[in-house]
């Protein structure tokens, strides 16, 4: 069986420190630019904004 992504939004951003908004977590988790860059090419998280997918993830 093949995991969902988790839905993920970035809401802020301060320097090289990302503001990330994880579902059921009421609130965001600071990550630096090395672990953000990490999880956006990630197959495990899909980016959203609030309209829209921003980034969808695919592994070869």
Request: positive net charge; glycine residues 2%.
């Amino acid at each position: 069986m093949k995991k969902q992504p988790i839905e993920v939004r970035l809401v802020n951003q301060k320097g090289n420190v990302y503001h990330i908004k994880f579902p059921n977590l009421e609130i965001p988790v600071k990550v630096n630019e090395h672990l953000y860059h990490k999880m956006l090419h990630s197959p495990e998280y899909q980016f959203r904004s609030s309209n829209a997918v921003v980034k969808q993830s695919y592994s070869a």
